[in-house]
Each structure stands twice: as structure tokens, then as C-alpha cells.
């Protein structure tokens, strides 16, 4: 197993690798059909195996304060993808491809990398286990069908939602029952 930079002709192996690691997660249906740039600079790495890409990170930092990451002082990167291939996962592939990231990061001058993740346990305690601490969290929420129609109705003349995805930050998430709700909790590590 190699770990190196990513380059444009692993856009397939990025895509698939993701697709099929996040299948397994609260994220199943967030599905890319292309790689994601970044305004900033970025860390962008792929564990490869016999020319197969079986892992990926993708760190997009700051040049200036505040510009990518939500808190915290000085330089950060956040962590936008990184999955392992499910056929190759817990071989240490993750744990490599973010120890590659952080000596990048580290020799950028970067001082944490903060990451979200939603409520799958295992994933939160990988980052556990990576010593990330958990800084903060909110709700992402699913209504289906025509039920918000009425929340935008008299803003917008005709125009009908169907399916819904919102972000929910207060604290009365019990009055969303029976919905698709996701935690979406922050990580952050310092280095
Ligand atoms: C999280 C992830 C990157 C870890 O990569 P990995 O190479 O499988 O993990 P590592 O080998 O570095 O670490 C292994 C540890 O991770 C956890 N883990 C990984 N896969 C697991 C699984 N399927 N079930 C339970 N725990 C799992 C365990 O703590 C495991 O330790 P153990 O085997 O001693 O119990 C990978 O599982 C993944 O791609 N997850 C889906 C995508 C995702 O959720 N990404 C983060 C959100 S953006």
C-alpha cells in the first residue's frame, strides 16, 4: 500500500472508494460524481494498492485565519472526505493516510484539523481514537413529501417543496419525531 498525492487520473478510484465507504454510513446517500475542489490550498492524498485507490483524505487549509474552518484560533484544515474502501477497512489505511496529512499539515504550520462526521458510532470512534475531541454538534434533518410546504408557501407563489433537508441548531429536537435526523457532530484535533 502506497500513500501519495492524489492526481487527476484517480478522479474514478476517488469517486468510487468514496461512494462505496460512505454507503455504509448516515452519509449512504450523499453521493459525488466527481472529485471536490477547494478555493483554498489543499492536502489531498489516496492510499493505492495494486492500482486500485482503497483510501482517501482531503484537508482544505487556511492561509488566513477563519477562512475554512468554523472556530478556533490561527491556522486550521478541515477535514472534507476521507474514507476507506470497505473491502480494506480496518487495516490502518485511515489511520496512515490522516498520520500523512497531519506531518503535511504540521509542516504547513497548521495548529488543529477539525472534521464532521454525522451519528455513526464507529466513525466517531475512529476519531476518537485518532484524538479528536468532540466540540460540537447540530441536527441535520430529512422531511419528506410536501410537509414544509407551508413553512415557505406565502414567501414564494408556486413554488411547492417536495422532500426537504434542513439544519436544525436549537435544542428541541424531540418536537422532529418520526423524521430522518442525523447528529452532525464536530471533531477537532490539535497539533
Ligand atoms: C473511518 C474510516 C476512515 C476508518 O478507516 P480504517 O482504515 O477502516 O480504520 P483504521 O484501520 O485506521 O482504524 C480501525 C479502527 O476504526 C474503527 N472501525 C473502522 N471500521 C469499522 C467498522 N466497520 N466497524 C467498527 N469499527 C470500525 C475501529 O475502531 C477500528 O479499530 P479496531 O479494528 O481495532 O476495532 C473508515 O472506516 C471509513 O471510510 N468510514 C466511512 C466514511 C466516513 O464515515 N468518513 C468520515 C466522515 S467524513
Known amino acids: 500500500?502506497?500513500?501519495?498525492?492524489?492526481?487527476?487520473?484517480?478522479?474514478?478510484?476517488?469517486?468510487?472508494?468514496?461512494?462505496?465507504?460512505?454507503?455504509?454510513t448516515a452519509y449512504f446517500d450523499n453521493v459525488l460524481k466527481q472529485k471536490e475542489f477547494y478555493e483554498n490550498p489543499a492536502i489531498e492524498l489516496v492510499a493505492e494498492i495494486d492500482g486500485q485507490i482503497v483510501g482517501l483524505i482531503d484537508v482544505e487549509y487556511e492561509k488566513e485565519e477563519r477562512t475554512v474552518c468554523s472556530r478556533g484560533e490561527g491556522l486550521g484544515g478541515m477535514i472534507w472526505h476521507i474514507a476507506v474502501h470497505p473491502d480494506f477497512s480496518r487495516?490502518?489505511?485511515?489511520?496512515?493516510?490522516?498520520?500523512t496529512a497531519v506531518n503535511k499539515a504540521n509542516a504547513m504550520g497548521l495548529n488543529r484539523l477539525?472534521?464532521?462526521?454525522?451519528?455513526?458510532?464507529?466513525?466517531r470512534?475512529?476519531?476518537?481514537?485518532?484524538?479528536?475531541?468532540?466540540v460540537d454538534s447540530y441536527y441535520h434533518i430529512y422531511f419528506e413529501g410536501d410537509e414544509m410546504n407551508h413553512q415557505i408557501?406565502?414567501?414564494?407563489?408556486?413554488?411547492?417543496?417536495?422532500?426537504?433537508f434542513a439544519h436544525y441548531v436549537g435544542d428541541n429536537i424531540d418536537q422532529f419525531n418520526n423524521k430522518r435526523i442525523h447528529q452532525c457532530v464536530c471533531f477537532e484535533k490539535n497539533l
Open 91 to 99: 487495516l490502518g489505511i485511515g489511520k496512515q493516510l490522516l498520520d
Open 125 to 134: 470512534n475512529w476519531y476518537e481514537k485518532m484524538q479528536f475531541n468532540e
Open 1 to 24: 500500500m502506497i500513500i501519495r498525492d492524489y492526481e487527476l487520473k484517480d478522479e474514478i478510484g476517488w469517486v468510487r472508494c468514496r461512494t462505496l465507504a460512505f454507503l455504509e
Open 153 to 164: 408557501q406565502n414567501k414564494i407563489p408556486k413554488l411547492y417543496l417536495v422532500n426537504t
Open 114 to 123: 477539525e472534521a464532521w462526521t454525522r451519528d455513526d458510532l464507529w466513525v
